[in-house]
């Protein structure tokens, strides 16, 4: 073993755990340096939105390299806006899956090579598990159980958090993720990658006229589906060129929306429902939606709910999330990794690889 066998001992005495956090899943380097799961010292993400906006969507190979390219300075970076060296560290966090897989090679070779040279222990890390972690960073009295809403542009999760380490997927989309239905509506509509964020800024210069699919009720397995949003706006968009109307974007942006974001949330507040929970915590990308963020705190309220979510650089990838649930994993001396740990491009909420 590269890294003291006593680890788990020491750090359980340690008044204070320092966790580095590496995340590269997707098209954001990211780096953080975090104390005890819940204090963000430092948070760094480098993003490569403004290389792959010329193609419309992340091109994976692209993102591998820039990971490449950025990740040793925005390591650096973390440590030092922390005000810390390698040395202080007392875990290297890492990324595994689910993500592109040759972007998550990155972020796990470099977490390697840094446990491996500074002789500290190597973890690894959920995305999705760290999404909903980023909660724990934003209210440092938080604590599960709760219901999650992991609502991004690779997930759709209703997730139980039964305990810091403890989580159970109840439902997930059947096919498109939110977030994708929100990129490939916008790049319709010849909106810039991510779309995301722009369909949230037109969606409030505009009404929700148009019903673009029925709202069939939540379904008793929690499962969603977002193809046919996409599709439905496809056959809008056609239909209209073809009879020569004017489209209207804000308006198509806006009743996008609330059909995306009021199916979700009718689904995880009948979750939390039937779950006994007092809590919904949401999360991820998608958790920036300003509507998404209204509805499920209206309507949460009004369910008898605590809603919380976090500030937008909590909810996009970043690493700070990443840091805070390696925290919950060694202190319970779990997911603790050697150094062949592989990069997984699947892995669901709760399960490891
Ligand atoms: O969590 P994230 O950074 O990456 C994944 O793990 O997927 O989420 C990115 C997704 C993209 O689909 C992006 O369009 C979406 O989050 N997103 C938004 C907003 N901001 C980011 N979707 C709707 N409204 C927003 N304001
Ligand atoms: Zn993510």
Known sequence: ?????NIQEILKTQKDVYVLGIESSCDETAAAVVRNGREM???????????????????????????????????DEALKKAGKTLEDIDVIAVTYGAGLIGALLVGVSSAKALAYASKKPLVKVNHIEGHICANFVQFPDLKPPFISLVASGGHTNI??????????????????????????????LGLPYPGGPEIDRLAKQGEPTIKFVQNKGVKSDYSLSYSGLKTAVVNYLHN?????????????CASMTKTAVDMVVNTVIEAGKNSGLKKIVLAGGVACNSYLRE????????????????????????????????????TNGEDYADLDLNAYGSLKVGERK
Request: glycine fraction near 6%; include cysteine; charged fraction near 20%.
């Open 1 to 5: 073993m590269y890294y003291d066998p």
């Open 41 to 75: 010292l430092s948070n760094v993400i480098s993003s490569q939105i403004s290389i792959h906006r010329l193609y419309g969507g992340v091109v994976p190979e692209v993102a591998s390299r820039n990971h490449t390219l950025a990740v040793n300075d925005v390591v």
């Open 159 to 188: 997730v139980r958090v039964e305990d810091y380490n403890r989580f159970e997927l109840l439902g997930t989309t059947t096919d498109d993720a939110i977030g994708e239905a929100f990129d490939k509506v916008a790049r319709l």
């Open 240 to 252: 209209a060129q073809q009879r020569g109307e004017e489209i209207n974007v804000p308006n198509v």
């Open 295 to 330: 509805k499920l705190s209206n309507d949460g309220k009004k369910a008898g709910f605590e809603v919380y979510y976090p500030s937008p650089v909590l909810c996009t990838d970043n690493a700070v999330m990443i840091a805070s649930r390696a925290y919950w994993s060694v």
